[in-house]
C-alpha cells in the first residue's frame, strides 16, 4: 500500500505533458534541420539564421507570431526603423504585410504558415541587432578598425524576445535596442524634421549671383529667408527684398553650423552649402546615426574623444564632458586614422623625429633648394647608431641611412608637449608653434596627427595630481628645457572618431564637410539589401 501511495505521489508531481506539434511545427522543425544540414561548419554559430533556429529549437519549434497584436507591434516597429536611418525593407516589411493573410485564412497551408512565421521572426531579430550595434561591420569599410563592437549575448537575446512575445512589449523591446545616448535621439529628431521639410518639397535653390552683404537688396532675399527658416532659423515673415539684421544673424548662426568663416556676406561657399540638396543631408543624417550605433556605447567612466571632423578635442569625467579644445587634423591626403587606444604617458620639451613620408615629401625639397634649412630649424643629422652626422657629408640629392631630429625647444614641430597613446600610425596628440591655424574653421593642416591648442589644461586633466602635477608645476617643468617623460597613473581611453553632423548644446544640427571622404562607402553599406535566408528562393528581390 505504502508503495503505490509513493508512486501516485511521484505520478501526481510530474509535469502534464506537452501537447505533440501540430503541423505548423513540423514544418518549422523540418526548415531548421535543413538549414542546420546546409550550415553545419563552425561558421554557422555565426551565420544570421543561427539565431531563428536557435529560437525555435529552444520552443519545441512552435509558431511564435499567433498573436495578432504581437504581430501588429512588429510591422509598426519595422516601419518605424526609417526613422533610425535603415530601410525597413531589409527586414521584408512589405512582404509580410502580404503575407500576413495566411494566419487568418483556412485555406493557407501548414507551410505557408510556416515560412511567415520564420520570416517574421528573423525581421524581428536582424532588425533588433541592427539597432544595437548597426548593420554595417565598420571592419569592411576600414581594415584598422579596432573598436569593441556592442557586446551581445544570444541567449539573453533569446529571453528577450520571448518574453516580449509573452507579455504584448513588443515595442518595448525595440525601443531598448536603440542606443540609450541622448546623442541618438536628437539624430532621429533631425532626421525626422529634415524628412518633413523633403515631403513639402525640399528647400528653395538660391540662384547665383554677387556676393549679398547686409544692408543691401537682392530678389535673392526671400528665397534665402525661406531656406533659413526651414532649417529651423527663427525669422520673421517679412517678404521684401531686404538683407535687414535679423537675417543676417540668421546667415551667420549658419555659416558657424557649417563650419565657414561666419561674416553674414552670401559669398560662394555659404550659397554651396545653402544649395546642398535636403537629400544629401538626410543621407548625412543616416551615415551618422549608423556611427552612432557602433559607437556610443564606448562613452562610459573617463575618457578623451578626438572629433576628426569636428576639429576638436573632448575630455569626459564620469561620461560628461569637462573640458575641449579646438585640435588641427591630417590632410586629406594624410589623414588622421580612426581607431581606440588608450592615452599612456606625456613627453615635456619633446624632440621630433622626422617620419620617412615627411622627411621625403616635405623637407628635402626644402632642403635642396635651401641648405641652410636644417641649421634655421635646429635639426641634427643621425646615422642609423644614432652619432650626428654633419649635413656637409650627406648627398640629399639621394640620401642613405640618416635620420632627421630636431631638437626640443621653442619652434619645434611637435611644441612643447606631446601625449601619447600606442597605435601603429605613429600618430599622437602633440602642442604645436602654429597656433595661427587655429582661427581657421576647417583646420586640415597636419600630416596626421592631431595638434592641440591648449595642452597643458589637457594633460592637468590627464595626470590628475594637484599636489605634483598642477598648472604651475607643468609650466615649471617644461621651462627648464629638459627633456621629461611623464607616466599617467592610470592609462585613459582615447577615441579617435569621426562625424560629420554637429549636435549642438542648443539642440540644432550643424553639417560638417566630410573631408576624408568617409561617408559614400558607407552609404553604400548601408544601401545593400538585406535578403533573408528564411525567404522561399521564388519571393526573393
Known sequence: MLGLLLGTALHAQQPAPEPPPGPVAEQIRERIEQWRAAHADAAAAQAPGNAVAAFYEQNRFAPAWTQAGNLDQLLAALRDVAGDGLDPEDYALTELRRRRVVLTDPQATAQQRAQFDLLATDACFAALLHLYRGKVDPATLDTHWNFDPRQLDQARGLQAVREALAQGTLGELFARARPQHPYYAQLRAALAKLREVAAQGGWPVIANGPTLKPGSRDARVPALRRRLQLAGHALGDAADDLYDPALEAALEQFQREQYLAADGHLGKATLAALNVPVAARIEQLRANLERARWLLHQLQGDFVVVDIAGYRVTYYKDGKPVWRSRV??????????????????????????????????????????????????????????????????????????????????????????????????????????????????????????????????????????????????????????????????????????????????????????????????????????????????????
Open 328 to 541: 588641427q587634423v591630417g590632410k586629406p591626403y594624410r589623414s588622421t586614422p580612426v581607431f581606440k587606444s588608450a592615452i599612456t604617458y606625456l613627453t615635456l620639451n619633446p624632440t621630433w623625429t622626422v617620419p620617412p613620408t615627411i622627411l621625403k615629401n616635405d623637407i628635402l625639397p626644402k632642403l635642396r633648394r635651401n641648405r641652410g634649412y636644417l641649421a634655421a630649424n635646429r635639426i641634427r643629422v643621425l646615422d642609423g647608431q644614432g652619432r650626428e652626422l654633419a649635413p656637409a657629408s650627406v648627398d640629399w640629392a639621394n640620401p642613405r641611412g640618416i635620420v632627421l631630429r630636431q631638437d626640443a625647444g621653442p619652434g619645434n614641430s611637435l611644441g612643447r608637449l606631446v601625449i601619447r597613446f600606442p597605435n601603429e600610425y605613429a600618430v599622437y596628440m602633440h602642442d604645436t608653434p602654429h597656433q595661427e591655424l587655429f582661427a581657421s574653421e576647417r583646420r586640415t593642416f597636419s600630416s596626421g596627427c592631431i595638434r592641440v591648442e591648449r595642452p597643458r589644461e589637457l594633460a592637468e586633466l590627464l595626470l590628475d595630481d594637484p599636489a605634483r602635477w598642477n598648472r604651475t608645476e607643468i609650466d615649471r617643468a617644461i621651462d627648464t628645457l629638459q627633456t621629461q617623460t611623464v607616466m599617467l597613473p592610470k592609462p585613459v581611453p582615447l577615441l579617435l572618431a569621426y562625424w560629420t553632423v554637429d549636435l549642438r548644446g542648443d539642440g540644432r544640427v550643424g553639417f560638417r564637410p566630410d573631408v576624408y571622404r568617409r561617408d559614400p562607402p558607407l552609404l553604400a553599406a548601408l544601401a545593400r539589401p538585406r535578403v533573408s535566408p528564411w525567404l522561399p528562393a521564388a519571393s526573393a528581390p
